[in-house]
Protein backbone atom coordinates (compact mmCIF):
# COMPACT_ATOMS: atom_id res chain seq x y z
CA UNK A 1 0.00 0.00 0.00
CA UNK A 2 1.09 3.82 -0.31
CA UNK A 3 -0.68 6.61 1.89
CA UNK A 4 -0.33 9.83 0.14
CA UNK A 5 -0.72 13.18 2.07
CA UNK A 6 -0.58 16.52 0.35
CA UNK A 7 0.25 20.10 1.94
CA UNK A 8 0.52 23.76 0.64
CA UNK A 9 -3.28 24.17 -0.38
CA UNK A 10 -4.56 27.87 0.73
CA UNK A 11 -6.47 30.80 -0.24
CA UNK A 12 -4.69 32.98 -2.67
CA UNK A 13 -5.57 36.40 -4.82
CA UNK A 14 -6.08 35.67 -8.41
CA UNK A 15 -2.44 36.00 -9.97
CA UNK A 16 -0.49 35.24 -6.45
CA UNK A 17 1.25 31.58 -6.35
CA UNK A 18 1.16 28.46 -4.56
CA UNK A 19 3.06 25.28 -4.07
CA UNK A 20 1.31 21.97 -3.43
CA UNK A 21 3.17 19.10 -1.65
CA UNK A 22 2.55 15.47 -2.04
CA UNK A 23 4.42 13.14 0.36
CA UNK A 24 4.51 9.65 0.02
CA UNK A 25 5.04 6.58 2.57
CA UNK A 26 6.67 4.49 -0.50
CA UNK A 27 10.02 4.75 -2.27
CA UNK A 28 9.46 7.51 -5.29
CA UNK A 29 11.02 5.32 -7.94
CA UNK A 30 8.26 2.49 -6.98
CA UNK A 31 5.36 4.48 -8.46
CA UNK A 32 5.19 4.39 -11.51
CA UNK A 33 3.10 7.51 -12.42
CA UNK A 34 2.15 10.22 -10.14
CA UNK A 35 -0.24 13.35 -10.66
CA UNK A 36 -2.54 16.17 -9.14
CA UNK A 37 -6.21 16.19 -10.13
CA UNK A 38 -8.60 18.34 -9.23
CA UNK A 39 -12.16 18.86 -8.10
CA UNK A 40 -14.62 21.86 -7.93
CA UNK A 41 -18.05 21.61 -6.27
CA UNK A 42 -20.72 20.09 -8.99
CA UNK A 43 -17.78 19.15 -11.44
CA UNK A 44 -16.17 16.05 -11.88
CA UNK A 45 -12.77 15.18 -11.36
CA UNK A 46 -10.02 16.36 -13.46
CA UNK A 47 -6.29 15.45 -14.15
CA UNK A 48 -4.19 18.55 -13.79
CA UNK A 49 -0.68 17.65 -14.32
CA UNK A 50 1.07 14.26 -14.26
CA UNK A 51 4.72 13.12 -14.40
CA UNK A 52 5.94 9.55 -14.73
CA UNK A 53 8.84 8.32 -12.87
CA UNK A 54 10.95 8.47 -16.41
CA UNK A 55 10.09 12.36 -16.21
CA UNK A 56 7.80 13.05 -18.99
CA UNK A 57 4.76 15.00 -17.87
CA UNK A 58 1.35 16.08 -18.93
CA UNK A 59 -0.84 19.33 -18.36
CA UNK A 60 -4.37 20.18 -18.96
CA UNK A 61 -4.71 23.14 -21.73
CA UNK A 62 -6.20 25.02 -18.96
CA UNK A 63 -2.37 25.44 -16.41
CA UNK A 64 0.21 24.87 -19.21
CA UNK A 65 2.71 27.75 -19.06
CA UNK A 66 1.14 28.64 -15.20
CA UNK A 67 1.45 25.10 -13.40
CA UNK A 68 5.02 23.32 -13.50
CA UNK A 69 4.94 19.41 -11.68
CA UNK A 70 8.00 17.39 -10.61
CA UNK A 71 8.91 14.41 -8.57
CA UNK A 72 11.69 14.49 -5.71
CA UNK A 73 13.52 10.93 -5.68
CA UNK A 74 15.54 12.41 -2.85
CA UNK A 75 12.79 13.36 -0.20
CA UNK A 76 10.19 11.33 -2.06
CA UNK A 77 7.65 14.19 -2.34
CA UNK A 78 5.64 15.02 -5.77
CA UNK A 79 5.13 18.88 -6.37
CA UNK A 80 3.02 21.12 -8.10
CA UNK A 81 4.00 25.07 -8.38
CA UNK A 82 1.07 26.90 -9.57
CA UNK A 83 1.53 30.31 -10.85
CA UNK A 84 -0.78 33.27 -12.01
CA UNK A 85 -3.83 31.83 -10.37
CA UNK A 86 -6.95 32.30 -11.51
CA UNK A 87 -10.67 32.05 -9.78
CA UNK A 88 -11.62 28.98 -11.79
CA UNK A 89 -8.46 26.92 -10.38
CA UNK A 90 -10.24 27.11 -6.76
CA UNK A 91 -10.86 22.90 -6.13
CA UNK A 92 -10.03 20.50 -4.06
CA UNK A 93 -6.44 19.24 -5.23
CA UNK A 94 -5.44 15.31 -4.95
CA UNK A 95 -2.47 13.83 -5.55
CA UNK A 96 -2.38 10.30 -7.17
CA UNK A 97 0.08 7.67 -7.18
CA UNK A 98 -0.03 4.07 -9.33
CA UNK A 99 1.54 1.39 -7.10
CA UNK A 100 1.96 -2.39 -8.95
CA UNK A 101 -0.83 -1.36 -11.22
CA UNK A 102 -3.34 0.18 -7.99
CA UNK A 103 -4.66 3.81 -7.73
CA UNK A 104 -3.94 5.54 -4.51
CA UNK A 105 -5.35 8.73 -3.48
CA UNK A 106 -4.71 11.64 -0.96
CA UNK A 107 -7.45 13.27 1.27
CA UNK A 108 -6.74 16.30 -1.06
CA UNK A 109 -6.04 19.65 0.20
CA UNK A 110 -8.27 22.75 -0.55
CA UNK A 111 -6.94 25.72 -3.18
CA UNK A 112 -9.41 29.05 -3.50
CA UNK A 113 -8.61 31.82 -5.35
CA UNK A 114 -10.01 35.45 -5.09
CA UNK A 115 -10.99 37.39 -7.64
Not at 10 to 15: D, I, P, R, S
Not at 18 to 24: I, N, S
Not at 41 to 52: D, F, I, L, N
Not at 102 to 111: F, K
Amino acid sequence: QVQLVESGGGVVQAGGSLRLACATSRCMSAITGMGWYRQAPGKQREAVATVVVGGATYYVDAVKDRFHIWRDNTNDRMYLQMNSLKPEDSAVYYCKGVFWGRDYWGQGTQVTVSS
